[in-house]
T-cell receptor
Framework: NAGVTQTPKFQVLKTGQSMTLQCAQD?????MSWYRQDPGMGLRLIHY???????DQGEVPNGYNVSRSTTEDFPLRLLSAAPSQTSVYFC?????????????FGSGTRLTVV | RKEVEQDPGPFNVPEGATVAFNCTYS??????FFWYRQDCRKEPKLLMS???SGNEDGRFTAQLNRASQYISLLIRDSKLSDSATYLC???????????FGRGTSLIVHP
């Protein structure tokens, strides 16, 4: 049981480049979400999904797109990278949005935009 | 007022000490409560859920006070390995989105 798998673990982008952060879970969780974590800011929700085909914006969605074509995968796309998007990105999933069994996080992607 | 507030600390305690953290929340209709632990440069990991009646897991005790809208985490006999940031999470109350506190830093020294 792999849990939540995020790739890549590290990435350096140039300003203006685009890329996709991958997130996959094998626990049949309906709820998936993307967070960014910056020093002193805590975890901030970017986008979330309550099931395949359903996505919605979180607290800081600008500059990011998501899609949820399958239950397992929830990729995060950076459209045109900016230095302000330098951060650590975490994907998380749970059985339901209420997370009664808690949320399982991936190991994170450390992104630097230069 | 932030939805979920925690004292950022750091709480600096000697090994063997007892330490307690509180986390206040603003949505009185919240339904699910958790404590997570996050080590430096790692992902948050579920430490324990918080139940209305309170619950204990070894050296860790979690309490929920709905009247005053806070949850607490008590750590007894602190170990060096308990050094980490502790995040509280609150969910429910009409929202699909869990709310994370910014975390409380704990440093246990010899």
């Amino acid at each position: 049981n792999a849990g939540v798998t995020q790739t890549p673990k590290f990435q350096v982008l140039k300003t203006g480049q685009s890329m996709t952060l991958q997130c996959a879970q094998d626990m049949n969780h309906e709820y998936m979400s993307w967070y960014r974590q910056d020093p002193g800011m805590g975890l901030r929700l970017i986008h979330y999904s309550v099931g395949a085909g359903i996505t919605d914006q979180g607290e800081v969605p600008n500059g990011y797109n998501v899609s949820r074509s399958t239950t397992e995968d929830f990729p995060l796309r950076l459209l045109s990278a900016a230095p302000s998007q330098t951060s650590v990105y975490f994907c998380a999933s749970s059985y339901s949005n209420l997370g009664r069994d808690g949320y399982t996080f991936g190991s994170g992607t450390r992104l630097t935009v230069v | 007022r932030k939805e979920v507030e925690q004292d950022p600390g750091p709480f600096n305690v000697p090994e063997g000490a007892t330490v307690a953290f509180n986390c206040t929340y603003s949505n009185s209709a919240s339904q699910s409560f958790f404590w997570y632990r996050q080590d430096c440069r790692k992902e948050p990991k579920l430490l324990m859920s918080v139940y209305s009646s309170g619950n204990e897991d070894g050296r860790f005790t979690a309490q929920l006070n709905r009247a005053s809208q806070y949850i607490s985490l008590l750590i007894r006999d602190s170990k060096l390995s308990d050094s980490a940031t502790y995040l509280c999470v609150v969910n429910g109350g009409g929202s699909y989105i869990p709310t994370f506190g910014r975390g409380t830093s704990l440093i246990v020294h010899p």
